[in-house]
């Protein structure tokens, strides 16, 4: 029998009947950018997430371009952020001119380790971007206390971490935005690219609506230069479906968790720590030991599959050679 680590048909299996009504509903409406189906799955997903504003943007990835857009990052505008995380995080940065600032990880936790943040502020640092990695929230007390003392933009990359909690409050709920992805192995994952942004903040708001339009509010009129970020009709339909057991879905994530807690934590690797403040939705149950590669082949051989995340951090990839990191900066 062979273990996938992910399992999308079995999961559509479930839903099949509801997710193809869904799309159908779409393509008999021809209505396919933006409109009702994509303004009625804004209005759930802001309720779940407990935010005033939710915004459907094209990915997880745009998501967080124009947020650093909306909060008016710009050429040489330093942001502090991790090098353990998924690309984009650091290359929408750069795509908006500003210069990604690595500050390294709790290896307990993977996520930023907030004692060393400070230490990075400068007079040319605007924002703080945190990733609650794997499911689990970044220490969000702290961060957002130092914002505050330096005046900081803060922009959470929540882009794992769809209905985690931290201290009775939801990832995305904290900073100035949140960002979200809806790529189909996320927890609540389209058929396709997708994204949200999510905000409290009126402005920020009815300011990224405009940038996901190519910086229009009427037809061919151009207010501000932004790009073509919008989440299309179907991926909202389908996760205006999937919305609906996302957690019953997370909740089995955790029994599950739970479980390879208890019967793993006599051997000789590192399991997740669970902070007792945070629920932690794993996206990702991740282990550490530094038998990796053949711990790996050896459940490969017994049908079980496995991944590495993420093999080369970013402070240490060849695009970001002109930052000046060396091996062994960062843990």
């Not at 029998?1 to 479930?14: C, F, G, I, N, P």
Request: with cysteine; proline share 3%; glycine share 8%.
């Amino acid at each position: 029998m062979k273990v996938s680590s992910l399992d999308l048909k079995r999961q559509y299996e479930t839903i099949r009947e509801e997710v193809n009504k869904a799309v159908l509903e779409v393509l008999s409406s021809q209505s396919f950018i933006l409109g009702p189906y994509v303004e009625s799955f804004e209005g759930k997903i802001a309720q779940f997430c407990c935010v005033k504003h939710a915004i459907g943007i094209s990915s997880g990835t745009d998501a967080l371009l124009l947020a650093l857009m909306a909060c008016g990052i710009k050429h040489g505008d330093e942001v502090i952020t991790t090098p353990f995380t998924f690309f984009a995080t650091a290359s929408s940065i750069a795509r908006v001119g500003g210069v990604p600032v690595f500050v390294d990880i709790d290896p307990s936790t993977y996520n930023i380790d907030v004692t060393k943040i400070s230490a990075a502020v400068n007079k040319k640092t605007k924002a703080i971007l945190p990733v609650h990695l794997y499911g689990q929230c970044a220490d969000m007390d702290a961060i957002l206390d130092i914002a505050r003392i330096h005046g900081l933009a803060v922009v959470e990359d929540a882009a794992q971490a769809i209905g985690a909690v931290y201290k009775g409050k939801n990832a995305g709920s904290f900073g100035d935005v949140g960002c979200f992805s809806f790529y189909p192995t996320k927890n609540l994952g389209g058929y396709g690219d997708g994204g949200l942004i999510a905000t409290n903040n009126d402005k920020l708001a009815d300011f990224i609506k405009l940038l996901r339009v190519h910086g229009s509010k009427s037809k061919y009129y151009h207010s501000y230069i932004g790009i073509n970020g919008r989440l299309d009709a179907i991926q909202a339909a389908v996760l205006s479906v999937k919305l609906n057991y996302l957690n019953g879905w997370s909740e089995k994530r955790r029994a599950i968790a739970a479980y390879y807690q208890h019967h793993l934590k006599d051997l000789p690797i590192r399991l997740p720590r669970i902070e007792a403040h945070n629920t932690h939705i794993f996206h990702q149950y991740v282990i550490a030991t530094p038998a990796r590669d053949a711990l790996a082949k050896h459940l490969d051989r017994h049908g079980i599959e496995t991944a590495t995340y993420y093999p080369l951090p970013l402070h240490l990839q060849e695009c970001f050679e002109y930052l000046g990191y060396k091996k062994r900066r960062l843990a």
